[in-house]
């Protein structure tokens, strides 16, 4: 029996239903189109996006994906930070498919064969039942894309040990990288905002020692193992959206910061 990824957020990160995720793309979508500075043709070989309640960052995070389908990567290697279980390494799903509200993607087990023997790679099954920052890109890459997907959740690892991964996978043709990030944690807005900075510095001026401190995103060792994967490649970064919860919520007392990025060739 094959072993399917369950959607364990559905209904609570995102909508259950496929038509609601639906309207809420259609309706940030209509602001992208009027957005002046929204630089809607890219074709992307990597992107970062948020992993909050879609109603939090699901603007944000869908600001990327939806670049990303303008690549139609045939694959996607969809990596996340651990949030649930404490475990050393990189654990890569076993799946042969992903549950989404869109139906089930197959697994991209072509590119598990690429990666299962670096360095770091290991695997830790519970770290994959709950996991959001991994699932909420799943439907994104659905709807925009049709890719056959490789989650890949890290725990405790230096990012230099993901760095090879990422230049593997962005070596092999069809394949596209998602790194999942939130930013700064329930500091005041103003305060956020200055932290946040730090990390779209870093993105966008290639600059480890800007992501290493002050920035604060809880998908740190994503985002330096991408910076330096670009940096290998000859990727340019692109900054897509910031915003914090408050700006949806409007309680700046104690907000989440989200950015989205994409990188080009």
């Known amino acids: 029996m094959e072993l399917i990824r369950p959607a364990a957020n559905r209904g609570k990160f995102y909508p259950y239903k496929a038509e609601d995720i639906l309207a809420m793309i259609r309706h940030w979508n209509q602001i992208l189109d009027q957005a002046e500075n929204y630089p809607a043709s890219l074709k ?32 996607v290697l969809v990596v996340g930070p651990s949030h649930h279980v404490y475990f050393q390494g990189m654990s890569p799903g076993p799946f042969a498919g992903y549950e989404t509200p869109f139906g089930t993607v197959p697994a991209a087990r072509e590119l598990l064969d690429e990666i299962k023997d670096f360095d770091g790679i290991t695997y830790a099954p519970k770290a994959h039942a709950l996991e959001h920052s991994t699932e909420t890109q799943f439907p994104f890459i659905a709807h925009y894309t049709g890719a056959k997907i490789l989650e890949l959740i890290y725990g405790d690892t230096p ?10 996978a962005l070596q092999t043709p069809g394949t596209a990288v998602v790194i999942s990030t939130d930013l700064s944690h329930y500091y005041d807005q103003d305060k956020a905002n200055r932290l946040d900075a730090a990390c779209l510095e870093g993105v966008r001026l290639g600059d480890l020692q800007l992501l290493a401190s002050p920035c604060e995103a809880c998908g740190k060792i994503g985002l330096m193992a991408m910076v330096e994967a670009a940096r290998r490649l000859g ?15 409007g309680d700046y007392s104690a907000v989440v910061g989200y950015m989205s990025a994409a990188y080009t060739a």
Not at 47 to 68: C, D, E, Q
Not at 159 to 168: D, E, I, N, S
Not at 235 to 249: A, E, F, N, Q
């Open 44 to 75: 992307p070989r990597a992107i970062i996006s948020p992993h909050a309640g879609y109603v939090y960052s699901g603007f944000t995070a869908n600001a990327a994906h939806r670049l990303l389908g303008n690549s139609q990567p045939r694959r």
């Open 159 to 168: 990012y230099t040990a993901l760095v090879p991964v990422l230049v593997k």
């Open 235 to 249: 990727l340019k970064p692109h900054l897509i959206d910031y915003r914090t919860s408050g700006d949806v919520t």
